[in-house]
């Protein structure tokens, strides 16, 4: 095998490498209208401080969001109606504001807290920017 046909292999597999998160709308899981039983599952992944997450919820959805009990395991309560898709939708949402890279579109990404400011630090790219 020649050195060329080798570093196509290896591109190849670079290139099918898949880094997106991916939020499911049977994921998540909304009963009563007001309970998010499963966030523990879906918001782990993501790597980010929680309760940044869970404020962001609260004010795209302009109600209180807040977790079941002070251990974090039993869910996030709402205080209006909402219902899966509205949940999933601001997810995305915080997918690609929080943790995209907006150069490469990496989710391999670190959140970092500096002078008062958010940013993000892509593994990929190196890059480095504050987020508004």
């Known amino acids: 095998m020649s050195y060329s046909e080798r570093l196509d292999i290896i591109y190849d597999k670079l290139n099918s490498r898949k880094d997106d998160y991916q939020v499911h709308l049977g994921e998540v899981n909304i009963t009563e209208r007001k309970f998010f039983k499963n966030a523990k ?4 992944p ?6 940044h997450i869970i404020n962001f919820i609260g004010t795209e959805m302009k109600c209180s969001v807040n977790w079941i009990s002070s251990n974090k395991n039993d869910g996030l309560i709402f205080s209006s109606n909402v219902n899966s898709k ?3 939708n601001i997810l995305v949402k915080y997918i690609n504001r929080y943790i995209k890279c907006n150069y490469c579109k990496s989710t391999n990404t670190k959140y970092k807290y500096n002078n008062k400011k ?3 630090y892509c593994r990929n790219c190196k890059s480095e920017y504050t987020i508004d």
């Open 41 to 44: 599952q879906i918001l782990k």
């Open 46 to 51: 993501f790597k980010r401080p929680p309760d």
């Open 86 to 88: 509205n949940v999933t």
């Open 118 to 120: 958010a940013g993000l």
